[in-house]
T-cell receptor, first 113, second 115 residues
């Protein structure tokens, strides 16, 4: 019974393709996040949703679009993939906005060739 | 603006030695939270501790202990009697300004425990 799950775990695709990464949490949390970890292990927030509402939208290309169909799911769609998008993408959730105790999913390693 | 500095990029110690990972933070807010996360070789991020700015008490959890000192803006993490399973990258993180809500991570310290 994984708390925060992501699919797929690995994703290899070619430049120019469109791909999605799915995230689900079964913790009953209100807030979910997407982070990007680059090849140097640097972690940076991309987006945050609270009860399906976008609350953080960092400076990321428009090719990245999060979608939250309900508060247990936060998916990340990426259009026209580029080599620089290769990274590990982490989904996280926290109980409510302001709790900050974030629990991370296992990560999705995206490789763009 | 907020910033987290982990000056130690890599540390290696022999098993059973104690090791301290340093974390220095910057924020203009008086209310903030500090965190430590562990990222083992398998890649997942494991939450270790959260500390708020009003609680300067040190915390101990088994072999782990944390020293929070507002005077030096530091939140250091010590592992006593290190074990091979402690080998991982450790991240310190900060969130401040309740309207901001962004968790800012340090660049991480790679800890290797030599058997």
């Amino acid at each position: 019974d994984t708390a925060v799950s992501q699919t797929p775990k690995y994703l290899v695709t070619q430049m120019g393709n469109d791909k999605s990464i799915k995230c689900e949490q079964n913790l009953g949390h209100d807030t979910m996040y997407w982070y990007k970890q680059d090849s140097k292990k640097f972690l940076k927030i991309m987006f945050s949703y609270n009860n399906k509402e976008l609350i953080i939208n960092e400076t990321v290309p428009n090719r990245f679009s999060p979608k939250s169909p309900d508060k247990a799911h936060l998916n990340l769609h990426i259009n026209s993939l580029e080599l620089g998008d290769s990274a590990v993408y982490f989904c996280a959730s926290s109980p409510f906005r302001g709790s900050y105790e974030q629990y991370f999913g296992p990560g999705t390693r995206l490789t763009v060739t | 603006a907020q910033k987290v500095t982990q000056a130690q990029t890599e540390i290696s110690v022999v098993e059973k030695e104690d090791v301290t990972l340093d974390c220095v933070y910057e924020t203009r807010d008086t209310t903030y939270y500090l965190f430590w996360y562990k990222q083992p070789p398998s890649g997942e991020l494991v939450f270790l501790i959260r500390r708020n700015s009003f609680d300067e008490q040190n915390e101990i959890s088994g072999r782990y202990s944390w020293n929070f000192q507002k005077s030096t803006s530091s939140f250091n993490f010590t592992i006593t009697a290190s074990q091979v399973v402690d080998s991982a990258v450790y991240f310190c993180a900060l969130v401040s300004n309740f309207g901001n809500e962004k968790l800012t991570f340090g660049t991480g310290t790679r800890l290797t425990i030599i058997p």
